[in-house]
T-cell receptor, first 115, second 115 residues
């Protein structure tokens, strides 16, 4: 069983640029959630995708968007980067979205720095 | 709305001493609670989870947590700390959103283990 992987590990961008972060879910997991973890804080929910459709969203502006593909991979896109977007971005995969007992398995994260 | 509060941003113990990390939750529905651990420059790893049933939950690496509804608490304990336990620990509650759920995390507790 392969785990959740993310790329790249680190990324440096400048304010106003756009960025794409990638995640590969565990095989068979058709739900992916994205979280933002600012320095010294707990992760905050950005959104969730299930079967290639957005299935719930946290308190993040529309410049945060996502895609999910049939091959268990997904993307987080952030437009018009701001300094406050600097954070560790985590993706988590799970079997299904509707079962509250389902465990979310996290990837190692992508560290984004915005200058 | 669900929330969690972790008391103490830093906890320091001697190797071999008891580890106690505190988590209190707020939930209008029966909560599903989780403890995750994050080692430096890594993602989150699930330690244990409470859904229903037995209130004392055993997890990996010798950790356990007890769900106490009357105290709205879900404290994490380990009888004897090991140097390898030094990490950041996050308590989380599962929150329903339409047909899905998200995790709401506390702000984390950094565990330091002194030799």
């Amino acid at each position: 069983e392969t785990g959740v992987t993310q790329s790249p590990t680190h990324l440096i961008k400048t304010r106003g640029q756009q960025v794409t972060l990638r995640c590969s879910s565990q095989s068979g997991h058709n739900t992916v959630s994205w979280y933002q973890q600012a320095l010294g804080q707990g992760p905050q929910f950005i959104f969730q995708y299930y079967r290639e459709e957005e299935n719930g969203r946290g308190n993040f502006p529309p410049r945060f968007s996502g895609l999910q593909f049939p091959n268990y991979s997904s993307e987080l896109n952030v437009n018009a980067l701001e300094l406050d977007d600097s954070a560790l971005y985590l993706c988590a995969s799970s079997l299904a979205p509707g079962r509250t007992t389902d465990t979310q398995y996290f990837g190692p994260g992508t560290r984004l720095t915005v200058l | 709305a669900q929330s969690v509060t972790q008391l103490g941003s830093h906890v320091s113990v001697s190797e071999g001493a008891l580890v106690l990390l505190r988590c209190n939750y707020s939930s209008s529905v029966p909560p599903y609670l989780f403890w995750y651990v994050q080692y430096p420059n890594q993602g989150l790893q699930l330690l244990l989870k409470y859904t229903t049933g037995a209130t004392l939950v055993k997890g990996i690496n010798g950790f356990e947590a007890e769900f106490k509804k009357s105290e709205t608490s879900f404290h994490l304990t380990k009888p004897s700390a090991h140097m390898s336990d030094a990490a950041e620990y996050f308590c989380a509650v599962s929150a329903e959103m339409d047909s899905s759920y998200k995790l709401i995390f506390g702000s984390g507790t950094r565990l330091l283990v002194r030799p």
